[in-house]
C-alpha cells in the first residue's frame, strides 16, 4: 500500500461515466490534473469504492473532492443513469474529505469551456466561439449528456440539465421510420435511445429494417470501425448518426441561446472527425427555417482534450476550498 500523504493546495477530481471511471489529483493552483488513473466501471460493486481504490493506489489524501457524475445530482446526491450505482457529497466525507461535490458530467464540461482553445478544439463548418457569450454543450457516449454556461452581467451559470432523456423529433421521412423501429422497440424514444453507443446500434437496426438489408451489429465501436474502413451499412448509420447529432445541436443552441457556440464532447465524436466534417451535420445544423441565418453564425466545436471533465471538476474544487 503506498504511503499516504495530504496536501490542502490539491483536490480529488473524478469523471464517472457509464463504463469507465477517472481520476486524478489537481492543483487548486493551476487546476492541472495529475496522477490520472482509469478503472473500469464493472469492475466495483458502488461508486466509493473506485475512491478508495485511487486514494490506495496513489498514496494520496486531499481534504477536497469534487466528482462530475454521469446522472441527474440532487441536494449532492446522484444516481448513475446507466449503472446501479448510488454516490452522496455526505458518503464521500465520511471517507475522510472535508469538502465534497457531485456535479453533472455535463456541468463539469461547461465549467471547461472557459479554459479551452487551439489544440483542443476542432471546429466544424463556419462561425467564430465568443466566450463572453452563452455555449452549449452535449456529446453521445454511453448516454447523451447537454448542458449550457449561462453568462449576463453577472456572471456565467453553468446549467444542470437532462436534455438526452427529451424525445427524438425526426428531420425526414427516414427519420420518421427510425422513429417508429426504435419506438417499437423501447416505447418512448429520447435522443439518447438515438445519439449515444447504444444508439448507434439501434440506428443500425432501423436502417436495416427500412431498406431490408445489411447486417445485425450489436457493437457500437465495431460499427464504427467497419464505417471508418468503408464498408457500406455501416458508413450509412454513422453518417446519419452525424445528421442526426446535427440537428439536435441546432436545437440547444435555439433552445439555450448559445451564441457564443456549441461544444460537443463525448466518447464517439473525436472517433469520427472526418466523417462529421463531411457528413451533413453542419447542413442540419443550420437547417432551422427562419432561423438559419441565426444559426449560421454560431459555431460548432468538437472538444477533443481528454480531460475536459477534470478541468470543470477542478474549477468546482477550488470554489469548494475557498468557500
Not at 20 to 35: C, F, K
Not at 52 to 77: C, E, F, H, M, Q
Not at 224 to 233: D, I, M, V, W
Not at 273 to 298: A, C, M, Q, T
Amino acid at each position: 500500500m503506498a504511503t499516504q500523504t495530504s496536501s490542502a493546495a490539491e483536490a480529488v477530481v473524478g469523471d464517472f461515466g457509464g463504463t469507465n471511471v477517472r481520476l486524478a489529483v489537481v492543483s487548486l493552483s493551476d487546476g492541472q490534473p495529475r496522477d490520472i488513473r482509469h478503472y473500469h466501471s464493472k469492475d466495483f460493486s458502488q461508486a466509493s469504492d473506485t475512491v478508495a481504490k485511487y486514494l490506495a493506489d496513489t498514496g494520496r489524501s486531499p481534504s477536497v473532492i469534487a466528482i462530475a457524475a454521469a446522472g441527474p445530482v440532487t441536494s449532492g446526491n446522484v444516481r448513475f443513469t446507466n449503472l446501479g450505482w448510488h454516490l452522496s457529497e455526505a458518503e464521500l466525507k465520511g471517507m475522510g474529505f472535508s469538502a465534497a461535490r457531485i456535479l453533472n458530467d455535463f456541468v463539469a464540461v461547461a465549467l471547461a469551456t472557459e479554459f479551452l482553445g487551439g489544440s483542443d478544439l476542432r471546429q466544424i463548418g463556419p462561425g467564430t466561439p465568443d466566450g463572453r457569450l452563452s455555449v452549449a454543450v452535449m456529446g453521445p457516449g454511453t448516454g447523451f449528456g447537454a448542458s449550457a454556461l449561462v453568462r449576463d452581467e453577472a456572471g456565467s451559470c453553468a446549467m444542470a440539465a437532462e436534455s438526452g432523456h427529451a424525445s427524438f423529433a425526426p428531420d425526414d421521412d427516414v427519420e420518421i421510420e427510425i422513429l417508429k423501429f426504435v419506438r417499437a422497440r423501447f416505447g418512448h424514444v429520447s435522443i439518447e435511445r438515438i445519439l449515444s453507443g447504444p444508439g448507434l446500434c439501434n440506428v443500425h437496426d432501423a436502417l436495416n429494417h427500412v431498406e431490408g438489408s445489411g447486417e445485425a451489429i450489436d457493437d457500437p465501436q465495431e460499427i464504427t470501425r467497419r464505417a471508418l474502413a468503408g464498408e457500406p451499412s455501416c458508413r450509412r448509420t454513422l453518417e446519419r448518426f452525424c445528421a442526426i447529432l446535427g440537428g439536435v445541436a441546432g436545437n440547444l443552441a435555439l433552445t439555450y441561446g448559445a451564441l457564443g457556440g456549441v461544444y460537443i464532447a463525448g466518447g464517439i465524436v473525436p472517433n469520427i472527425l472526418d466523417v462529421l466534417d463531411r457528413s451533413e451535420f453542419r447542413r442540419r445544423f443550420e437547417s432551422k427555417g427562419r432561423f438559419e441565418n441565426y444559426l449560421r453564425g454560431i459555431a460548432t466545436c468538437v472538444i477533443t482534450r481528454s480531460d475536459v471533465a477534470f478541468l470543470g471538476a477542478a474549477r468546482s474544487a477550488a470554489r469548494l476550498a475557498k468557500a
